[in-house]
């Protein structure tokens, strides 16, 4: 009598997907938390770290219409520069800032990551992207902290550095309007100064003037100064290029795009990673675009 065949069941072992907790880890790889200064509010500000994950939009602002463009676009992790919770919140009122974005991405499902002055710090970070964008050489950083120095991943606050040729102060301001996409630079100093030496430091970096200073450099670039600096930065014979805040910073929004697509590269369906379209430097109406070529 002939055997009755059975077939042998088969498992298939399905990987889950990325979660928000993923995309957290890999950016605290990348530029750690814990390097973020006292003040800060860094982290996951808004969402669940289990919620799983297949499309991340990086930006540099939480805004409304980063959010709106997160939803269109089905990415349901939102990772970005500034915070959206900056100071502690005695209520969250749906009908002001900024609880009405932190409604708004709640009701959209976006989770959202902030990496702040951790990634102002961090080795490959905000600090370094400019230098690299400005070519400079022999690059050390402006300020670091003793406790983070030896760590392979920190850089420090702002960063000096040599240009490859010495050139003009408003040639450096031409550079920096070139590589930055940046609109309305401001110059502080005689356009026709030669100068070869250079601090760098994204964003606000008025609090960093009187380290500048002391290093003794030609020109500082950075974003955000105030007319009491610019006549402190005359008299000690430095000068200033001020490219704005959002020029100085939404350099950083590609390099994230990057690495967070190639780390996501390890489960059967790869991380689809975006740059958002949306943001545009507010002092600069529609001429402050920044322009950034999709892959996908």
């Known amino acids: 009598m002939g055997g009755v065949l059975k077939s042998t069941p088969h498992f298939f072992v399905v990987r889950p997907m990325y979660t928000v907790k993923d995309i957290y880890r890999w950016l605290d790889e990348y530029a750690p938390f814990r390097y973020a200064q006292s003040w800060d509010q860094c982290g996951l500000q808004v969402g669940d770290p289990q919620f799983p994950v297949e499309r991340v939009l990086v930006a540099l602002d939480p805004s409304s219409a980063v959010i709106a463009e997160a939803s269109e676009r089905n990415c349901r992790c939102l990772v970005t520069h500034h915070p959206l919770i900056f100071q502690p919140l005695r209520a969250v009122r749906l009908d002001v800032f900024p609880g009405s974005v932190i409604g708004r991405a709640i009701r959209s499902g976006i989770h959202l990551i902030a990496a702040h002055t951790n990634l102002d710090a961090a080795k490959l970070g905000t600090n370094h992207q400019l230098s690299e964008l400005l070519g400079l050489q022999n690059v050390q950083p402006l300020e670091s902290e003793d406790v983070w120095r030896e760590q392979e991943q920190y850089g420090g606050m702002g960063r000096t550095g040599v240009l490859p040729e010495s050139m003009t102060v408003q040639d450096v301001m031409l550079l920096c309007e070139r590589v930055l996409h940046a609109r309305g630079v401001r110059m502080?100093?005689?356009?026709?100064?030669?100068?070869?030496?250079?601090?760098?430091?994204?964003?606000?970096?008025?609090?960093?003037?009187?380290?500048?200073i002391d290093s003794g450099v030609d020109v500082f670039i950075t974003?955000?100064?105030?007319?009491?600096?610019?006549?402190?930065?005359?008299?000690?014979g430095l000068a200033l290029v001020d490219v704005g805040h959002f020029a100085s910073e939404r350099l950083?929004?590609?390099?994230?795009?990057?690495?967070?697509?190639?780390?996501?590269?390890?489960?059967?369906?790869?991380?689809?990673?975006?740059?958002?379209?949306?943001?545009?430097?507010?002092?600069?109406?529609?001429?402050?675009?920044?322009?950034?070529?999709?892959?996908?």
């Open 223 to 236: 974003g955000d100064l105030k007319y009491h600096e610019a006549q402190r930065a005359l008299e000690a």
């Open 188 to 212: 502080v100093g005689s356009p026709d100064r030669q100068v070869r030496t250079v601090a760098v430091c994204t964003g606000s970096g008025g609090g960093m003037l009187q380290q500048v």
């Open 252 to 296: 950083i929004v590609e390099p994230l795009v990057n690495y967070l697509k190639a780390r996501g590269q390890s489960k059967r369906k790869p991380l689809q990673v975006f740059a958002a379209k949306c943001e545009r430097d507010p002092f600069a109406g529609h001429a402050g675009i920044w322009h950034y070529r999709e892959s996908n």
